[in-house]
Nanobody
């Protein structure tokens, strides 16, 4: 079974940086990509970035392009999200996810170009708060 454990969240001032890490284990042939999602209070969970395990390609939502960088360490089986120039609107719980579907009740899509990936295995999340 896929297990995902996030770390690295915290409180940071606007303009500051944080680095989140996701430790992944139990990946299978259905693990096509590893993503970071976020959910702010009262809002839907949204995709932030993903790395495609098959070819290493990456995707970012427009709101974080140029500020966030996703990277994968194959040896350690971790996926990091480097977040720079943080803004108060980045405040949210950040979740790591893979395309393994555990339950159809908790699936979130990411649409990119003409394609879509469905994410259905989740970590517990880590809180990121950007405030002065």
């Amino acid at each position: 079974q896929v297990q995902l454990v996030e770390s690295g969240g915290g409180l940071v001032h606007p303009g500051g940086s944080l680095r989140l890490s996701c430790a992944a284990s139990g990946l299978t042939k259905d693990s096509l990509a590893i993503a970071w999602f976020r959910q702010a209070p009262g809002k839907e969970r949204e995709g932030v970035s993903f790395v495609d395990i098959r070819d290493g390609s990456t995707w970012y939502t427009d709101a974080v392009k140029g500020r966030f960088t996703i990277s994968r360490d194959n040896a350690k089986n971790t996926v990091d999200l480097q977040m720079n120039s943080l803004k108060p609107e980045d405040t949210a719980i950040y979740y790591c996810a893979t395309t393994n579907i555990r339950s159809t009740n908790n699936v979130r899509p990411i649409y990119y170009g003409d394609y879509v990936l469905y994410f259905g295995s989740w970590g517990r999340g880590t809180q990121v708060t950007v405030a002065s």
